[in-house]
């Protein structure tokens, strides 16, 4: 079983919408795979994405940061091939809790030096923990130049996923009816972003 877990000091940078889209897609192009989701965040928003979902995978692993270890024990003997773990901004403990349980981190960060200027607890807590990572590029908006610098700034730090995740409505109103971006109508280029993230991190835990 591998453990994905999205992670971000940072409020407000896309874990949770990512969580929802990746989780949600690998579960359609991996049809044959055991996926679930575990959301760490007491505020509970992937919880009630997925409460509001109509399909049945991935399913939700009921957990907290004091059981995640026991519960991901539980979830690998049951058979769940990838678990993808959301996790809650600010609180370190949780959110270090999340990541040493972790086999790929992805971090979200959004285009602006004040983002990249705050990845810095984040970062110390995974190289700590000595867990691979990559930061994931998430509202680009496009024609800007402003992504190409974040993506060349984050690079000193670490790797940086191969496809930015563009600005786009589709991954905000997708979220309100238990649906994620590539799924709704208009998601064409919101599923081509995350089939690549997909791509991505299934060679990343490979060559881990
Ligand atoms: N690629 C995107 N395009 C458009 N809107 C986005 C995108 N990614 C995230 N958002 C929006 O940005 C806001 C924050 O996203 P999200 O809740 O996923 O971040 P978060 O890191 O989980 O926040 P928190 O730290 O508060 O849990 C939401 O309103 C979401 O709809
Ligand atoms: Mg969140």
Redesign the pocket.
Known sequence: MKTIVFA?S?????????CAALSSYASSASKKKKIAIVDL?P?G?LTAWWNQRQEERPELIEASAGNLSEMLEKAASAGYDYVFI?T??GHMKTIETGISNADYVLV?CQPSPVDIAAIGDTLSAIEELGKPFAFVM??VIARTRIGEQAILLLANHGKVAGVP?????A??TA?TDGRSAPEVEGGKRAEEEIGALWKFLLSNLKTK
């Open positions: 971000a940072k409020g407000g940078v896309g874990k949770t919408t990512l965040d505020q928003s959301d809650p901004p979200p998430n509202r995740v563009a600005q786009r409505t991954f905000a979220m």
